[in-house]
């Protein structure tokens, strides 16, 4: 909660959002070829950033913006892939400054991918075990919200916990 606490401090001092959430959804071939469409174009930027990493933006020519507003429409929901903190942050900031419904305020920056074209890196968390907690229960805990497995080669992508014994 500290995180989440701190990026709602952040954008309410600044009174702006710096950085967006990941979403995803799933793919619709006629958003991915609009995108292939709007790719034709010349870039606004196009520039490789210190760490390496490229990063090219394009307009949406005015003729295309009714076919993805309404393509996206279509979706049911989209899923946070990362910014579990900033969306919350940003619902946080919307509570505490009791924004009128049409205020931008009451909307957050995402940034949204195909499920298919969506390839998120491991996260690793460390679980210290000073606090007393068998293995076994551990697992057992997890299995109460979890499909959990034990796995002699974990091979398979999903969540994986490494532990010496059960």
Known sequence: MEKEE?????????KAQTGPAYLTYPKRAL????VEEIKTGKPLFNFTDEEDVKHIVWE????LNETLIDE???????????GHHRSASAANVRKKLDLPKDHPGNYFLGVAFPENQLD???????ILSGNGIKPID???GLSEN????ILVEPNIRGIKIY????
């Open 120 to 126: 998120l890196g491991s996260c690793n968390r460390l």
């Open 138 to 140: 551990f697992i057992n």
């Open 146 to 149: 979890f499909n959990v497995e």
């Open 60 to 63: 949406v020519p005015e003729n």
């Open 163 to 166: 532990m010496d014994s059960c």
């Open 72 to 82: 996206f429409s279509k979706l049911k929901h989209l899923y946070i892939a990362d």
């Open 6 to 14: 701190d990026r709602t401090n952040h954008i309410i001092r600044t």
């Open 31 to 34: 958003i991915d070829s609009t």
